[in-house]
């Protein structure tokens, strides 16, 4: 086990930030995808009520791994000095800093597949949590992380930020197992204002990758236009 | 698609460079043939134009004359010309109405008539392979008398032969021979000749072959063909003709080297732009990296990390592979985003609408420059997952350092030529050092009539002092996307000869500091 890399200072994201159709000004914790007509033809797709499964798990997949992307471009890299094949030094950078992902059942699993395309065989960790039917506030019901995952960057999975309520039981969950708030990045396809105000406000540190920022919650606190139910689309049941 | 039984199908046949006359001699006496030697040189200038057409020879004369033999003998005695067409007038009989069929059925159709062949499909064709475009011609089935839905593919030819005994007939096919050819028999050599041909090996009777001639074959000769000996460059006896094939093939090879003497200055090989080694890391003022309107992906942590592995010459080939996966799909996506959208609205199952877009384009393809560009292609796939995706197989001939195309296996949207005018083309190839391959692709797709602001070149590596400058110069409106762009590139060797015997190290250029030899570290 490496030592514990220093909570470097987060790495800011390349990419223009321009959704802000719904949510004008961003808290600066918050990142999306650039808004390119192509990403806008992907949620098109995923939207869609009559999109088929197939194409429902292959352009999803494809977001995702933006997401991931993007997400991996706020952790630390360091200076490094390579010998090409062809003999000439080359002064590149070195990725820091060990990682691991968390996803929230059930949704955030749909997730996993994508991570691991860009982050090959790493750890992930999962966390079940549930509306407790007695208080209405969220409730942890099981857990399961990587031992040392104290010493990692965690990539929190969740497709749909709708509340806020189950990510930022999530995050204390996570806290408690000493992940410090500034090495959590929380990837998520589609936010709600509401739920990155409540969450934002809640952990300022906290780096949030959204894909798209949608108009807002109906009264039964689902995302609008949404895509429906994340897990449901994606696994059919 | 391709019919490999049907008498008229195409036969391709791919000759080594010193049993091309033995194979010839061997080859099934069936009418279209192509014939590959080594690969094809550039047939553009600097400026990505085409410098010269294809070289047509019509072969005419009498049936039974012995026009394919003398066709044959053409290839054999040219000996290493890249790529021979010979094309069959048979393939262009019309297409029959039922009552013609139930005539062709019973015999009593006339083949032997000039308007029982289509001669402006024929001239259509024959010209777009004149002009080095694509041609997809007819099949004609004599077992059925008719022509079928399917077309065959040609492309590439440097040499075509167009023969058929109305091969002269058509002012408007004449006008694109550059050697008219006429075989002379006499008519009772054809005759016989054609007795035998038809007892033995189509099991007709002698009283048939006889009834047919008199009927059709003799007036037709008299009438329309042997006229057309008037047209003719050459006379060839149709027997013993081994003096005059000579002549015409010296005469040949004459217009050959008198072209390629014309031509050879105006070739585009880009790394003949390079700038010498000496010089390397000093940019001069024709490469300026923002002249060459590239898109490169944003260097962010990310990108620079996965570069850094992809650059060490430590990394083992798993992490190559994964790392190279990786940057293929960045880059994909980046490339596809130069596709065009409209709107579109969708209900979402939450049952409000959604305005959104959707791509508006029909036609969407890969084509992969081996081997370096298959690093490229798990990444399209990864964002496209239902395009064909075609190659080109381009290498560099070791003494000239010319770019050779030694295969094309395109996509269906870019051989057929009126698909091609609208569709997108995903171009993927490793690095762009020399660009002699890139140039070399870009051509084979502008020659299929693929429009140069659809093609959308994708690369991991750019050499800004290598050939992309001449690329950009003739290609203006193809976008090219890369991960990073390097400063140099020079000359260099690398382990692995080019041919058993000879030194262990081959010549070629490297840019500078590079990433090695791409296709080497994803593929052995």
Redesign the interface.
Known sequence: MSSVPAPAPPQPANHVNTNQAHMNPLPPSVFTLPQTAQLEALYTIIRDKNTSRGDFLFYSDRIIRLLVEEGLNHLPVVKKTIETPTGSTYEGVGFQGKICGVSILRAGEAMEAGLREVCRSVRIGKILIQRDEETAQPKLFYSKFPPDIKNRYVLLLDPMLATGGSAIKAVEVLMEQGVPEERIIFINLIASPEGLTTFTSKYPLLKVITGWIDEGLNEKAFIIPGLGDFGERRYCV | MSHPDLTTGIERLVLGEGDKATEVAALPPKKNTVLVSHGRPPWYGEDGQRICDAFVIGVAGGSASGKTHVARQLVKKLGSIPTVIILSQDSFYRYHTPEELALAHANLLDFDHPDALDMPMFAACLADLKACKQSNIPIYSFAEHQRLQETKYLYGATIIIAEGIMALVDPALRALYDLKVFVQADSDLMLARRIKRDVTERGRTVDGVLDQYLRFVKPSYDNFVRPTAAHADIIVPGSNNDVAIALICTHIRQQFQDRANRFRAKIAIPHLYVPPKSRSGTSSPECKLEDLDLICL?????I??I??IL????TDRQDFY?FAD?LA??LA?RS??F?P?VS?T?????G???H????DLQYLCGVTILRSGGALERGFR??I?NAPVGSLLIQTEHETGDPLLLQAKLPDFVRQRHIAEKAWVYLLDGQIGTAAAAFMAIRVLLDHGVQEDRIIFAAFLIARTGGISVLRKAFPKVRIVCAAVDDRISE?WIEGGAKPGESNRTKVW????????IGD?YYL
Do not use: A, C
Not at chain 2, 298 to 302: E, L
Not at chain 2, 356 to 359: D, F, I, L, S, V
């Open positions: 944003p260097q962010t942590p990310q620079q990390g570069l850094t650059r060490d010459r430590t994964f990786r799909t960045l996506e596809l985003e596709l959208f579109k969708v209900s979402t199952p939450m409000v609408d959604y959104g877009q959707e791509p990864r964002v997952n260099g490297l840019i500078q500091p590079g990433m090695g030899q570290r």
